[in-house]
């Protein structure tokens, strides 16, 4: 399901919903939005964040994407946020199980992609410290501003990476306990827990250019990963997101 980009100004006139993104950059968060969004078959539009721009800081809450906002209701920037308001718009197919024990799993799975000790946070934290330590990574200026804005600590620069690992190994695992019955992290159903595990993969491995065009400066950011980091990626995790993308969720990305 395609979506439109708009301007700021007819972004936050529009009704309905929209979704203020990271523009350019396949980030994890925001291309899970956008498949949440196109597995459900909810319409919405887009907006690039634009760092300078007062109306859509005032409209959105802050300058970070992604955040949703549908109609006149408070904007959700956090990952549970979004991914609540998509289950309540359209509840089939749902990503999230009523059954306790499942919705549990999928939402404890979720987080350790998402959320603030999560995968994605560490691995971002992992790439400004690679740049800052000119081992790779971002552009000093980029890693300067990612650093600040996410609490990077030179001091701690070697945690990062051991806990993106750490991650890593129990996300590969996670995957692997239910292969007997199925290709998802519930086994045979699909959750939510799969669309972040297909987009985050791509912090480490980023799809192909013809997938997913991007500046030769951030696809170099993205590709940059130690050996130690590389070896904890499982291949199964690689094989889930090609299988992800080949059934369920959209290509090329647009960014």
Known sequence: MTFEYLPVERAIAAPGLRMVVVGNVPSPWGEAAKGIFHIKRIPFSAVRLVYDNDALKQWAGQLSGPVAIYDSEPPRSGWAEILMLAERLA?????LSLE?????RALAIADKFCGPAGL????RLQMVHGSLT?????????AGYLGNKYGYDAAH??????????????????LRERRHQGPYYLGATLSAADIYSATFVGMFVPLPEAQCAMHPAARAAFEWV????????????LEHRDM????HLELPLSL
């Open 157 to 174: 620069g070697d945690e990062y990476g051991a806990r993106v690992r750490q991650l890593l190994r129990e996300l590969g695992a996670s």
């Open 244 to 247: 992800m993308y080949a059934r």
């Open 120 to 123: 994605g946070w560490a691995r």
């Open 91 to 95: 509840p089939a197919p749902a990503l």
């Open 100 to 104: 306790p024990n499942e919705r549990g």
């Open 226 to 237: 130690d050996d130690q980091t590389l070896a904890a990626i499982d291949p199964l995790m």
């Open 134 to 142: 000119r081992a790779g990574g971002f552009n000093e200026r980029v």
